[in-house]
């Protein structure tokens, strides 16, 4: 998108808005996909939680996206999206056998995590094909050694339960379809990646009826310039050989699921503020946003570094600037950042807005949160209008006391 479509967006709609340009998913969907194009079976599930609007699950959909969901809730978003049940895979962590039940009862594929969770699904619900997430106890130390830890992660079933794993499913006579894993980490050495995949093609060989492995999600996108990111063309050339190998001595073909969030949609966002107020301190210069942790949280939160560029100025000369928002709260997005020259009104865009930026906003401060855009063939689309007073009261119950 160029800087005077995000401008017109920032026009016509107000600030604070978030866009999305459809065509960076897109791109970053095939990108991922030719990556993979020598695997026979290939699934790539977006993780509906980095960012969950209707429209944007549709978008994925008709690019041949699944989707990888953690709730009941984003279940039925994605069947409201129109998504077959079976091109939804639930990933649930701590959530109550109940719900489990009712989401594999729509015909979603269910993946547990948790013995006694398996045991008690199994038990009851025999005919049903569950995928197991094994927990491969590997993390990435440092640049390029591998150590083994995460033991006490409350993710997944760790691989030395398996003979566990295989007790139940024999006493239980519950097949298992598909085995998974999801780390957290960043694959950004390749290696470590795929030491941990490893694991899984080992775990594979004890179960005999598995029609999916799923690799889950750890692709690294740039945040600033001279950033690494996971080298998606290295990393499918080596992983397809690799899985065509396990493909031939498992005896069957099986197909290689991802369920990425973050590569699909954080550089395709974009966060449009209008700078309130410049404050000259003894020691620094703040620009303030209409907008604080309540829209984006990411940068409190996580100490996520986002770009930020003054869209009204883009020829002036850099200066420094602490950007902070308006909340009263500490809700510093960026420090000693050089930006092009600020005056109040101008529009800042924050980069990498795209994946769990707008899903963790809230209403502190009693702001509403903002609206979505999303662009796409040189038109912005509303996908989300912006709060209103109504909003914030909906669910409150006036009483007299
Ligand atoms: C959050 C999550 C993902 C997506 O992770 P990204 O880093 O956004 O790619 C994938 N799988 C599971 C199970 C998750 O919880």
Known sequence: MQNTDLLAIANTYGCPVYVYDAHKIESQYKRLTSAFKNVNSLKINYAVKALSNISVLKFLK????????????????????????????????????DEIEKVAKLGVQINIDNLSILEQFGTNHPEIPVCIRINPHVMAGGNTNISVGHIDSKFGI???????????????????????????????????FLYASEILFETAH???????????????VPYNEGDIETDIEEFGERLSLRFKEFCSKYGKEVTLAFEPGKFLVS?????????NAIKQTTSTVFAQVDSGFNHLIRPMLYGSQHTIVNLSNPEGKERFYSVVGYICETDT????????????????AFKN???YCYMMASNYNSRYRPAEILWYNNKAHLIRERENFDDLIKHQIIVDL
């Open 333 to 348: 997005f960026a420090n000693n950042r050089r930006i092009k020259e600020i005056t109040e009104g101008d529009i800042l």
């Open 206 to 220: 004890n179960f005999k009826d598995l029609k999916f492995m799923d690799f889950g999600s750890g692709f690294k």
């Open 158 to 192: 760790s691989i030395h339960q398996i003979p566990h794993i295989l007790r139940i499913v024999e006493n239980t006579g519950m097949t298992i379809n598909g085995i998974h894993m999801h780390t957290g980490s960043d694959i950004l050495d390749i290696d470590v």
């Open 62 to 97: 008709e690019l041949g996206s699944g989707i990888d969901t953690v709730s009941i809730q984003e279940v039925k978003l994605g069947l409201t999206a129109g998504y077959d049940p079976k091109d939804i895979i639930y990933t649930p962590n701590g959530v109550a056998l």
């Open 267 to 275: 550089e395709a966002g974009y966060f449009l503020t209008t700078v």
């Open 353 to 355: 807005a795209g994946a």
